[in-house]
């Protein structure tokens, strides 16, 4: 299975150049081009897009603010002439940031990250699932089964997501929001924008803090009454 590649990029050489780097990568295939994001936007409803290859100084919207008010879920690697940017955009999610001139093996690494983040999903698919008190991750090469029950919390960090269990912590090629996506509403809830833990592993609340046994973790302002709603439902026993 190829990766749906959409380039936006107001510049025709630097759209070739990725052009041809798509060309010499196996799993990737190029679907459209567009020189700014408002041209994109076709591209993208059209099209199942799995990887954007995203420019930041365009005419009519730049890339930065084409993120800020995108809902589209495809992996985002940035191909910008501008290191500055950087910072920002990581706190956009981005899966990577090249400073052009991009060489072909970095740009390689990136979508090897994507084709990582690519494989996770499927693997999440409830779809696939053969059972649902499990799921399967790709971790260090290789693919593992992990059980509902013994996922502690989940962290986000940067473009990975850190999975704790009572034994180990795994780090995957995934963002939160897809896993989120992926989990079950019943068993697993947000409680922060970096965080996700297990409902039945939470021991106690104070304040703003949840008690998982063996860590704490911090309930964010805007979601607390929801996840304190969530937590509590109809168990909460009334004098």
């Given at each position: 299975m190829k990766l749906k590649c959409v380039i936006i990029d107001d510049e025709p050489i630097a759209r070739k150049l990725i052009e041809e780097f798509i060309d010499d990568i196996d799993f990737?295939?190029?679907?459209?081009?567009?020189?700014?994001?408002?041209?994109?936007?076709k591209l993208l409803t059209e099209n199942q897009v799995d990887v954007i290859f995203l420019d930041i100084n365009m005419p009519t919207i730049n890339g930065i603010d084409f993120l800020k008010s995108s809902k589209n879920t495809a992996s985002i690697i940035m191909t910008t002439a501008y290191a500055e940017y950087a910072v920002e955009a990581f706190s956009l999610d981005v899966l990577d940031y090249l400073v052009?001139?991009?060489p072909f093996?970095?740009?390689?690494?990136?979508?090897?990250?994507?084709?990582?983040?690519y494989d996770n999903k499927q693997l999440l698919s409830a779809r696939q699932q053969p059972a649902n008190d499990h799921f399967f991750i790709k971790?260090?090469?290789q693919i593992e089964k992990v059980f509902y029950a013994d996922l502690l919390y989940a962290?986000?960090?940067?473009?990975?997501?850190?999975?704790?269990?009572?034994?180990r912590k795994m780090i995957v090629y995934l963002?939160?929001?897809?896993?989120?996506?992926?989990?079950?509403?019943?068993l697993f809830l947000k409680v922060h924008k970096s965080f996700i833990v297990n409902r039945s592993k939470i021991k106690s609340i104070e304040g703003n803090m949840i008690n998982m046994g063996t860590e704490k973790i911090t309930i964010s302002q805007?979601?607390?009454?929801?996840?304190l709603k969530e937590i509590l439902k109809d168990k909460m026993i009334k004098r």
């Open positions: 990737l295939e190029l679907v459209g081009q567009a020189e700014n994001p408002a041209r994109a936007i052009k001139p991009i093996d970095r740009f390689l690494k990136a979508c090897n990250k994507a084709k990582e983040i971790c260090d090469n962290e986000s960090m940067m473009n990975y997501v850190l999975l704790y269990t009572p034994t963002t939160l929001k897809s896993l989120e996506e992926q989990l079950p509403e019943s805007n979601l607390r009454e929801k996840v």
